[in-house]
């Protein structure tokens, strides 16, 4: 692959590959010394056109933890309408010869057509409600480290499917890797179909036997335009540690961030021995350092 | 490639890394704070093997750690084929130790070089020590051998292949000559 | 005089000749040749009547940046339209008689295609209070609408239909429910959840003619004179069916398809290319079917091009952001000549009345038949193919869906009353 936007065409092979590597970049990040030279003289951009502090960081660490050059652009698409367009940006990067540009954006499709503008390596770092494929592999990655394998293992993801570039990543990556995935929502949060996954508006069909539940985030503007009520929403889609009754026990539960306790998730069992959210976000790192790696280095040997 | 000649046979192979285990026990005078680290792929059961051949005669147990210098090549930016990166694992503190790098060919120095660079991010040992089994000459860098199991000049289009049991199901050591295109 | 020599003539009643058509005075004087100051060797080409385009949006005036009439009418004849209906959501909006009759002017003067300007329904097209009807028609406005927005309010609507009727006047309508599409940027359904793009159902343009269709009623039982609707780019089975109900109910409605919803379906959206976007969406092959069934049965009455330029870098923004819309005055006929002449076998002459009566009909204009004593606002075509290169349109929308693709039937010769006004002969 030239790119990563999705894992549209992907084997399971690929995915593998790209966590292995992985697991060595963890074990670079327990060392005293957190960085290898293997990305020196490659320069990589995170060209954030919507806000997110987390995935940028997770990112220009990864770069810097294998000696990128690191540069950031951080732009409001409502002022690029105004003035210079996504193209115009990417070209001007572009000029100063980046290699990498990690685009997060709120429209689906901006990684996209930014491949048809520059010439360097292009990461979808979250586009709209599309894909986010760094996240889901790392949570295939935590998934992995927590269950040993993903193999006939049931995930159920939880909340607004409808909005989640989480919840589509995940329901492209998982089942690549045996899992059977369920999504479960409120009905005006679910999309028609997501091929890869089961649907259900009926939390606990979700939960039931689960290995490990994925909360996603409620977003306030989903109440704002109508379309839920939020006290209906915690009291049927709230993951507690009652309804979790349902799945295998000892269940595993992981959350994208950032959290919003006592909404979509009871608080305490965000600090449970099930969570896994601290883990997903140290395994960011490391996948990501991976997938600069794939990317930047040579072709597929 | 056309093969060309065998340059070590398994007996041959398995008396030149003892010899390098009774060098390595004498210029450290002892076992003490004594550990091997063997770079990916056939340096690792040449290692071990070193290792066993010393508790062996000496009786006592050598600690080995593999490693892999992929993350620190100085061509990364430049090759065609993205090489596999494989675990680093070295399971004791290298800080005060007096290391042996065990590699199955010594060549450009390139390789030890990285090897180097990536054991210094790894604490800080007292000395290291290099032990390759063929030394084939042709230097880029000002690196050493400490230990050598056999000298080959070669010429620049010729290969050495290191053949170890664990990988190649044979001991053996063959020099291979590229065709000219 | 011009002569054009052994040519094929191809109208609404078909296809006839080859002829030597010879042209004077604006008119076709013979079908049997004469003499002629220019004589062009009509071999292998056809000769059709010019062609009307019931929507283009010419951006005039306020929007010169993405189109002007200048470049609009330009790129009209250079793809056989003799006349053009100019959507009135322009800067400010054409609600005036002053601003009816100011277009026409300047387009009158270019010579090129003859403008007839749509004019709005409300005032600055805000769907609250009705514009002047009457003195629009005297004006020259050729037909009313909202277009560019929606009619939310029905009662306007019917107000707007009894008000028009008195001066026939059609009345066109963007017949989709806002509120069902919400932000929706590509047809709703499996492949807009699998590209997380917000999704525009089906159902909200269905259920807006199925208002609107009983709003006319409505209308038709209260007004003495007929009034008459006319629903604007159908993207829809269920829309095309409601239509076809409708007019076998006597209702007085027609309707239109653009060349887009024609040749593309929403899977064009895969490459997330906002020249893509556009309102009603593209949507599925069985939408597609139905819709080329919808023009052979006659419910579909014109194929209109809602001819929508923008900027470049308009169109270069991201799906949410980049504005609705395809240019397509230049390819129209080529591209449909093609797809569905060539490729389908559907009926040349149906394809051209399409063009030609069809629209005109809407506008009470009467049909062209190619005949001696006929307008010679007319067009000559070339099967001979090649490929569409959006870098030479006319149009300032230097961009098309349908770039790279090989298309045979281009205007080589469009004449508006005789007058040569776009010339591409070899």
Known sequence: MRHLLDFQGWTKAQVENTLDTARVMAEVLERPVKKVPALQGFTVATVFFEPSTRTRISFELAARRMSADVVSFAAQASSLQKGESYKDTLLTLEAMGIDAYIIRADSAG??????????????????????????????????????????????????????????????ELLPLLGAEVWVAGPPTLLPQSLPGARLTPHLDEALAEADAVMVLRLQKERMEAGLIHLQDYIAHYQVTEARLKKAKPGAFLLHPGPMNRDIELEGTLADSERSLVNRQVRNGVAVRMAVLYHLLVGREG | MRFKAELLNAEEMRRALYRIAHEIVEANKGVEGLALVGIHTRGIPLAERIARYIREFEGKEVPVGMLDITLYRDDLSEIGIRPQVRQTRIPFDITGKALVLVDDVLYTGRTARAALDALMDLGRPRRIYLAVLVDRGHRELPIRADFVGKNVPTAKNEVVKVKVEEVDGEDRVELWEREEA | MLLIKNVTLVDASGKRGPADVLIGEGKILSLDGGEAETVIDGTGLFLAPGFLDLHAHLREPGQEVKEELATGLLAAVRGGYTDVVSMPNTTPPVDTPEAVRALKKKAHALSLARLHPAAALTQGQEGKALTEAGLLKEAGASLLTDDGHTNEDAGILAAGLLQASAFG???????????????GVMNDGPLADLLGLPGNPKEAEAARIARDLEVLRYAVRRSPTRPHLHIQHLSTKRGLELIREAKKAGLPVTA??????????????????????????????????????????????????DHAPHTQAEKEMDLLRAPFGIPSLEVAFPLLYTELHLKRGFPLKRLVELFTDGPRSILGLKPIHLEEGAEASLVLLDPKERPVEPRNFASKARFSPWAGWVLGGWPVLTLVEGQVVHQALE
Do not use: C, M
Request: glycine residues 8%; without cysteine; negative net charge.
């Open chain 1, 110 to 171: 901006v990684p996209h057509q930014a491949t048809r503008w520059v010439k360097g390596v292009v990461v979808n770092g979250g586009d709209g409600r599309r894909a986010h494929p760094t996240q889901a592999l790392l949570d295939a990655y935590t998934l992995l480290e927590a269950l040993g394998t993903l193999e006939g293992r049931k995930i159920a993801i939880v909340g607004d499917i409808l909005h989640s570039r989480v919840a589509r990543s995940n329901v």
């Open chain 3, 169 to 183: 006047l059609p009345v066109a309508v963007h017949a989709e429910d806002a509120s069902l599409r919400r932000g």
């Open chain 3, 256 to 305: 239109e398809a653009t060349p887009h919803h024609l040749t593309l379906t929403e899977e064009a959206l895969k490459s997330f290319d906002p020249i893509l976007k556009v309102a009603p969406p593209l949507r599925t092959q069985e939408d597609l079917e139905a819709l080329i069934e919808g023009l052979l049965d006659g419910t579909l009455d014109a194929i209109a091009t």
